[in-house]
Structures are given as C-alpha cells and as structure tokens.
C-alpha cells in the first residue's frame, strides 16, 4: 500500500497529540543551535507541541490509550527542523512531499501535522518525543535474492525498520540510527516485469524470516496492495523509505472496488470581495512573539482586515482526542494589519477535505 497516499489521506481527517503534562523545571539554557535547511524528524503522534519551551499547555493532544507508542509503530509525523537546543527542537511542517520530476515521496512517511497549507507555524517538541530513525542508507541482501535498500528517515521500532506496515526482520547497526536525518534522493527507475495486485492473505519474506504485516488503523484500503512479478513470487516497491525486494506468497482479490476519494473537494461557488495575506508574511503569538510564516498567500472571500494593528486568525489543527474526548483544535495567530491586500473577487469560506486554510477565521 502505497504509504504516501495513505497517510496524507490521515492528515485530512485526523491529526492530534497527547502525552503527560510537561515537567515545570526551567528548560536548559543550551545555546540554539541552528539546524541545516534540509534536517527532519519523525515526531509522535501522540507528542504535544508546544508555543514555546516555557509554556507549559500544548496546543493539540492525542491519546494512545493504554497501549502507548508500542502499540503504534511507524505512527508519526514529519516536521523540518528549524533550532535545535537538545532537549527541546523548534519545527515546522514540511511542505515538500514529492522529488522534483518523480512520484516518488521525499519521506518516508508521507504525514504533515498540521493540514494548513498557507500557513508555516513554528511550535516546540521534546527530544524524547521524536521517533528513532535511519540517519543513513542502509541495505542488507540474502542468498535467495531478497534485500532491502531503506534511506535516512525510515522509522526504526526496536533497531528493526518499519516501512509502510511492514517490520523489516533485520537489525540496523546502532551507528545508523539517529533522531534527526536529511533527505536522500531515492532510485526511481521503472521495474518491468510487475504487477499491482491486491491480496488479503499475502505473506512476505525476507531472507527465510517472515515479514509482520501490521495494517495501520487509518487504513481506508479495504484490500492491501502489492508489486508483484508474473509468477507471484515476488514482491517489489520503491517509495521514499528506499526499495525492497520480498518473497511473497498470496492471492489475488477481484472486485474490491475503488477506493473512496479521500481527498476529493466539496466545491464553493461564487466569488466575493475578500483579503489576501501575501506569501512570506510574518505570523505572530497573541503575545507578539514570532510564530511562523506564511508559506503561500491566503486569499478569502468575505474576510476583511481588523481595524486593530493585527489581525488575528483563528487556524484549525484537526481534531483531537483528550481523555475528555474528540475536539477540533485551533490556535490563534496574528498578522500586521497592513500587511493585509483587499481583493475585489477571491473563494469565500468553506469546507475543503484537502487543507483547513478555508476554515481559518479572523477573530478580531
């Protein structure tokens, strides 16, 4: 199953975080150490984020319930990083998901944390809430042919690579794990001679070891799918976790139907006069300390600036669970006023599976 698709498709129906409240000691007075343009992490799904390392209410929780972390491998999100104190790391959503002129994936994992397009906010994560991962390659190939070929970023759950589901019966050597990693392109020639099939018996191999398939609760793929040659033996993909090579045994599934359109739009009609916040817009806390970007211009129809000096905008984060329960989830955030354009025609507010940017409300 294609990990990209699948777990993009999560982000717009489902994104939150809980943990234990954080601990009230003065954080470390580290220096900032500036991280590279192209470093990323693999943050929980249950990790809160934070304003700032002092303030002590995260703005999203997500609960795993009893079972905890190990319950939930490979469930992640990932986050570019922008500072990194040590104990504490400033992060902000990746908007770059494909390689330029590939359909192949930049990460491995295909989740952002927050499904809001226009707007880049920067918020806090503990160290110990980020997920190991590969910092470099790495591969191993067996006597009957099988092998796996993983890239910096794969999830690793117990020194073991997690890709997509499947637990990778191998070890990675302790040097080649890290909690940080930078992209490396992955090899996206075409493989002849495959099929896409869907099996929901399919056993995998590696090396004689089986291969655990552990679907993700998120799956909305009623049948998994898989690569595999003509006489079913093997089973092949490349994605941005890298490319691997496994025995397969299974059967094939006809008529499972199509997959329901996860991602498709609930149109809005009609245009109306409205405000357009230009890319590269600084965002700020209520309380006037930075709070990101804006990473494309926001245009909304029937939106107009506060007579205030800022104008504040209330984002949605997706919704959340607490052990009280579901809630939508939303920050506020805040833009020089004159910063603002008025435009005479532009998409007024309404619902869109794709981004939350047409649920943002100014709020003052």
């Known amino acids: 199953m294609n990990a990209f698709a699948r777990q993009l498709s999560l982000c717009a129906l489902l994104a939150g975080c809980w943990t234990a409240a954080p601990s009230t000691a003065t954080p470390e007075k580290t220096a900032p150490r500036a991280s590279a343009a192209d470093q990323f992490v693999l943050v929980w799904f249950d990790a809160p984020f934070y304003r700032s390392p002092t303030d002590p209410t995260p703005v999203r929780q997500y609960d795993f319930g009893s079972e905890g972390r190990v319950a939930h491998p490979g469930q992640g999100y990932v986050m570019r990083v922008l500072e990194d104190r040590g104990e504490w790391l400033r992060v902000v959503d990746t908007r770059d998901w494909l390689q330029p002129g590939s359909n192949l994936g930049v990460h491995c994992l295909g989740s952002g944390a927050f499904w809001v397009q226009s707007f880049a906010i920067e918020l ?124 397969f045994q299974g059967h094939s599934s006809a008529g499972d139907g199509d997959s329901p359109d996860l991602l498709g739009v609930l149109a809005s009609s009609g245009h109306v006069p409205g405000i357009e916040i230009p890319v590269g817009t600084t965002l700020y806390w209520p309380d006037g300390s930075r709070a990101g970007v804006t990473s494309t211009a926001f245009v909304q129809g029937g939106s107009q600036p506060s007579t205030e000096a800022r104008t504040c905008l209330a984002i949605p984060l997706g919704t959340e669970l607490r052990t009280s329960g579901f809630r939508d989830a939303r920050i506020t955030v805040c833009v020089d006023s004159q910063a603002i354009r008025r435009v005479s025609a532009a998409p007024p507010a309404g619902p869109d599976v794709r981004s939350e940017d047409s649920r943002v409300k100014i709020v003052n």
Not at 190 to 205: H, Q, R, V, Y
Request: proline residues 10%; hydrophobic residues 40%.
């Open 124 to 247: 806090w994560v503990r160290s110990e809430d980020l997920m190991p991962v590969l910092a470099v390659p790495f591969e191993k190939t067996y006597s009957d042919g099988t092998f796996v070929k993983l890239l910096p970023g794969t999830p690793i759950v117990q020194r073991r690579p997690w890709v997509d589901g499947m637990w990778f019966p191998v070890t990675a050597p302790n040097d080649a794990i890290g909690r940080s990693y930078i992209p490396v392109r992955g090899d996206d020639t075409a493989n002849p001679g495959f099929e896409t099939i869907t099996s929901n018996d399919a056993t995998l191999g590696l090396g004689g070891a089986a291969v655990p398939l552990h679907a993700p609760p998120w799956d909305y793929a009623a049948v998994p799918a898989f690569s595999v040659s003509a006489d079913r033996s093997r089973m092949f993909e490349r994605n941005g976790c890298g490319s691997y090579l496994l025995s």
